[in-house]
C-alpha cells in the first residue's frame, strides 16, 4: 500500500515525460523553448558555481607571483637571488602590473609566467598589454615605454587574460635603494587578511540579489507553453483522468524539459567559459580553464533544477481546475488572498533588521543562514506581489476608454495576468536588487574613500611625482619636468620625518626659490632654517621646536639618527596649499642644512600643474616622469578610489549585474517569442477580421508596458527598503543614488521595450493566414 501513491507518481510523471516528446510538434516546441531557458538559467548557474575555485586559484597565483615580495624578507645575494623594485603603472584610467628585474646570478628564480629574463632595457609583457601597446590610441604609452618586447608573460603569471602587466629587465638596480628587495624565491605565504564584516555583508548580499532572478528565471521557463499544455490536460481529464493525476503529468512535461535544459546548460556553460575569457568587465578577467564548479555545488544545481520545475509546475496547478470541457483558472472565481504575499517581504526586512552585527564571518552559520533568509523573503515576495497588481491594475483600467490596441492589450491581462507578469518577474527582482546592491556599494564607497582634500585650484589641477633615491635631486627634477610639454609648473622639494620626543613633524628640503615660492617667506639664503606651525600645534597653543633640542630623524629605508635642530630663522604661516590643510610641524630647511649621503637615498617629490585644458594631461605627466626614471610614480591626490580589496568585490558584482540582465533579456525574448507562438491563431483571425498589423504591435507594447511599470514600481519600493536594510546592516548612513536608481529603471524599461521590438517581426509572420490551418 505504501509503494502504490509513489508507482501511480512514477508513472503519471513518466506519462508526462513521454507526452512532452512524443505528444506532437507543438509539445516537442514547447519542451525545446523550456529546455533553453532552463539551460540559460543552469549555465548561469554553473558560472556561480565556479566562482569559489576562480577565488582560490586567483588567491594560488598571487600567492606565486608575490608571496615573497608581500613578506619582504630580505635574502642574502647569491648566485639565485634577484633584484626586483615594484614598477606599476596607469593609462587612460587602465592600471597595470609592472617590476623591474635583474638577475644576480644564473640560477635566479624565474618570475612566474617567463620563459627568460629580459635583457637589461628590454620588457616582457602580457598579451593584453602588447595590444594596448600596438593599438592607435597609445601612442603615450609607446613613448614611455620605448624598450623593444622580447618576451611574453605567459598564464601562469596573469590573474586573468585581460591583465596589463610588465617585466622591465635592469642592470642598474642596487640594494641600497629602499623600495628595491632582494629575494631568492617568489612563491611564499600571503599574510592571512583580516575578516571585513563590511565586505562580508556586501559578497554575500551580492551573492544572493544575482542568483535570485535566475532562479525566478528557471521557474518561469517550467512554465513555457503552459496555456497550450492545460488546454490537454482537459482532454485528459476528458478521458478519465483526475485532478491529481493531470497535475503530476504536467510536472512530468516540465520535468522533461528541466533535464534536457540540464544537457544544454551544460553546453551553454562550456561555451560561455570560453567567451567569459574573452570579457573584461569594470577591469575584471577569468580564464577559462579556472572556471571550474565546485562539484558540491555542481551536483546541487542539477538536483534542484528539477525539482524547482516540478515543484513549481504542481504549485500553479493547485489554482488551475482542469475539467473535460476546458480550463478553469482560479483567477476567475475568487480573489487573490494577498496578506500572505505582503507578509513574505516584510517578514524578509525584519529577519535582516536583526542581524546588525553579528555576521562577522562565514564560521557565523546562523547569522549567515538568517541573512540569506530574509533576503530570499523580501526578494521572492516581491515577484509575488507582481501578478496581484496586474489583474487589480487591469480591472481598474477596464474604465479608461481608449484605441483597440489599448482595448486587446486589456483584454489579454485580464484574462491572464501570469502570463503577462511571468516575463517581467525577472526584471523586477533584477533591478531591485541591482538597486539595492548600487545603494550599498555606493554608500560603502563613499564611506572606504580616505578623506581627500580639495587638491584642485580653478584652473590648475596637482599630480605629485615622485623620484625615489634621489633626493639630493629634487629641484633638478622638478626643472626637467616643467620644461615638459603640457606642464604649467613643477616644485620640487624631499620630506623627512622626524621626531622631538613624542612630537613629531616633517623637515622639508627646497632650495630658496622653492620655499619662497610655496611659503610665506621674503628672505631666504642657503643654510637657513624655518618653521611652520601645524594645524594640531596651531590650535593647541604648541611653542614652536625649540633650536638646539635633540631630534632624532627617521628616513625612509635607513636607520634612525640623531640630530640638532638649528635655529629658526623665523616662524612662519603654513599656507593650505591648493587647499590641502598641514597637521604636522614643518621645518623648512635648504638643502645644506642635512648631510648630502642622507638626502641622496630619501624621495624626491615634485607637484606638477598641467597647463589648463591639456589633452590627457596626466598620462603625458606620466610619460615625461618615466621617461626621466623607470622607477618614478605618479599620483593624482583628486582621485577618489576604494580600496582595492573593496574594488575588487564591487568589480564581481558590477560583471555579474550584466550577466543577470544578459540571462533575463535572452528569458524574456523566449517567453514573449513562445506567446506570440501560442495564439497564432487567434492573431489570425484578428487579421482576418481586418485588425491591422501595427493595432496589434501596439496591443504587445501595450501589454509590456502595464506589467512593466508596475514591475519598475514594485522593484524601487523593494529596492530602496532592501539597499536601507543592508545599510543599518552594515552601519553606514542611509542615503540614496537616485541617478543609479534612475539607471537602473530606465535599463530595465529599455530592456523590455527592445525585447518588444525584437519580437515584431515574429508577429507579423502570425498575423499570416496560414495561422487559420488547424490540424
Not at 615638459?484 to 613629531?504: F, H, I, R, W
Request: proline content about 7%; glycine content about 10%.
Amino acid at each position: 500500500m505504501t509503494d502504490r501513491p509513489l508507482s501511480r507518481l512514477v508513472t503519471d510523471l513518466a506519462l508526462g515525460l513521454r507526452l512532452a516528446f512524443a505528444g506532437g510538434r507543438d509539445s516537442r516546441l514547447r519542451t525545446a523553448l523550456t529546455a533553453i531557458g532552463v539551460g540559460l538559467g543552469v549555465a548561469t548557474l554553473l558560472l556561480a558555481a565556479s566562482f569559489p575555485a576562480v577565488r582560490a586559484h586567483r588567491d594560488d597565483k598571487l600567492r606565486t607571483q608575490s608571496g615573497a615580495v608581500v613578506s619582504a624578507v630580505i635574502a642574502p645575494r647569491s648566485d639565485h637571488s634577484l633584484l626586483i623594485h615594484d614598477a606599476p603603472g596607469v593609462y587612460q584610467g587602465r592600471t597595470f602590473f609592472g617590476r623591474i628585474v635583474q638577475p644576480e646570478g644564473p640560477n635566479a628564480p624565474l618570475p612566474p609566467g617567463l620563459s627568460a629574463y629580459p635583457a637589461p632595457g628590454t620588457l616582457a609583457v602580457s598579451p593584453a598589454l602588447a595590444e594596448l601597446l600596438h593599438s592607435s590610441g597609445a601612442a603615450l604609452l609607446r613613448e614611455r615605454y620605448p624598450q623593444p618586447i622580447t618576451g611574453t608573460i605567459g598564464p601562469a603569471g596573469l590573474a586573468g587574460p585581460g591583465d596589463y602587466a610588465l617585466y622591465l629587465g635592469s642592470d642598474k638596480l642596487t640594494d641600497t635603494d629602499p623600495s628595491t628587495l632582494r629575494i631568492d624565491h617568489f612563491e611564499d605565504k600571503l599574510p592571512p587578511k583580516p575578516t571585513d564584516p563590511v565586505l562580508l555583508l556586501l559578497t554575500v548580499a551580492g551573492v544572493v540579489i544575482l542568483l535570485s532572478p535566475v532562479a525566478v528565471f528557471i521557474a518561469a521557463a517550467a512554465r513555457f507553453g503552459s496555456e497550450a499544455r492545460d488546454r490537454r490536460l482537459a482532454a485528459l481529464r476528458l478521458a478519465g483522468a483526475d485532478r491529481s493525476t493531470t497535475a503530476r503529468i504536467s510536472a512530468g512535461e516540465s520535468l522533461a524539459g528541466a533535464l534536457v535544459g540540464l544537457g544544454l546548460g551544460t553546453v551553454f556553460f562550456l561555451i560561455g567559459r570560453q567567451l567569459v575569457a574573452r570579457v573584461t568587465v569594470a577591469g575584471l578577467s577569468v580564464f577559462a580553464d579556472d572556471l571550474q564548479p565546485q562539484p558540491v555545488l555542481a551536483a546541487l544545481v542539477l538536483v534542484v533544477v528539477p525539482l524547482l520545475a516540478v515543484t513549481v509546475t504542481m504549485l500553479t496547478m493547485r489554482r488551475i481546475a482542469a475539467e473535460p470541457l476546458g480550463v478553469v483558472r482560479g483567477a476567475g472565481t475568487r480573489r487573490r488572498a494577498i496578506w500572505w504575499r505582503v507578509l513574505l517581504p516584510l517578514l524578509g526586512l525584519g529577519l535582516l533588521l536583526t542581524q546588525r552585527g553579528r555576521l562577522t564571518s562565514l564560521d557565523n552559520s546562523q547569522a549567515l543562514a538568517i541573512l540569506i533568509t530574509g533576503l530570499l523573503l523580501l526578494l521572492v515576495g516581491a515577484t509575488l506581489l507582481l501578478p496581484p497588481l496586474v489583474a487589480l491594475a487591469s480591472r481598474a483600467l477596464r474604465r479608461v476608454s481608449g484605441p483597440p490596441a489599448w482595448q486587446l492589450a486589456l483584454g489579454r491581462l485580464r484574462f491572464s495576468p501570469e502570463s503577462a507578469s511571468r516575463p517581467v518577474t525577472g526584471i523586477v527582482v533584477t533591478v531591485a536588487g541591482a538597486i539595492a546592491l548600487q545603494t550599498l556599494i555606493g554608500s560603502v564607497a563613499a564611506a572606504r574613500t580616505p578623506a581627500t582634500d580639495e587638491l584642485a585650484t580653478k584652473d590648475h589641477t596637482l599630480l605629485s611625482v615622485s623620484f625615489e633615491g634621489a633626493g639630493d635631486r629634487a629641484g633638478q627634477l622638478a626643472d626637467q619636468l616643467r620644461h615638459s610639454p603640457g606642464v604649467a609648473d613643477a616644485t620640487g622639494y624631499t620630506d623627512v620625518y622626524a621626531s622631538a620626543g613624542e612630537q613629531l613633524f616633517t623637515i622639508r628640503v627646497a632650495d630658496c626659490a622653492t620655499l619662497k615660492a610655496m611659503e610665506h617667506i621674503t628672505d631666504c639664503a642657503d643654510g637657513n632654517v624655518f618653521t611652520a606651525l601645524g594645524i594640531t600645534s596651531a590650535s593647541a597653543g604648541r611653542s614652536p621646536l625649540a633650536a638646539g633640542g635633540p631630534v632624532q630623524l627617521e628616513p625612509i629605508g635607513e636607520p634612525k639618527s640623531a640630530w640638532q635642530l638649528p635655529a629658526s630663522r623665523a616662524t612662519v604661516e603654513q599656507p593650505a596649499h591648493d587647499g590641502r590643510p598641514h597637521y604636522l610641524d614643518t621645518i623648512l630647511a635648504t638643502p645644506s642644512v642635512l648631510p648630502a649621503a642622507l638626502l641622496r637615498t630619501q624621495t624626491a617629490s615634485a607637484d606638477v600643474h598641467p597647463v589648463p585644458g591639456t589633452p590627457d594631461a596626466e598620462d603625458r605627466i606620466r610619460t615625461d616622469a618615466a621617461l626621466i626614471s623607470v622607477e618614478s610614480s605618479v599620483y593624482n591626490p583628486t582621485s577618489r578610489l576604494p580600496d582595492a580589496q573593496f574594488l575588487s568585490v564591487r568589480n564581481a558584482l558590477t560583471a555579474g549585474t550584466v550577466a543577470i540582465l544578459t540571462l533575463i533579456g535572452a528569458g524574456m525574448l523566449v517567453g514573449l517569442l513562445e506567446q506570440l507562438r501560442e495564439r497564432r491563431r487567434t492573431l489570425a483571425v484578428l487579421t482576418a477580421f481586418g485588425t491591422r498589423t501595427r493595432t496589434l504591435a501596439g496591443a504587445l507594447l501595450c501589454q509590456s508596458i502595464v506589467p512593466v511599470v508596475l514591475g519598475l514600481a514594485l522593484a524601487v519600493v523593494c529596492g530602496l527598503a532592501l539597499g536601507s536594510a543592508l545599510l543599518f546592516l552594515a552601519k553606514v548612513p542611509i542615503g540614496f543614488v537616485w541617478g543609479e536608481i534612475a539607471l537602473m529603471s530606465g535599463a530595465g524599461a529599455a530592456a523590455v521595450l527592445l525585447i518588444t521590438a525584437l519580437s515584431l517581426p515574429v508577429l507579423w509572420r502570425r498575423t499570416k493566414p496560414a495561422g487559420l490551418r488547424y490540424e
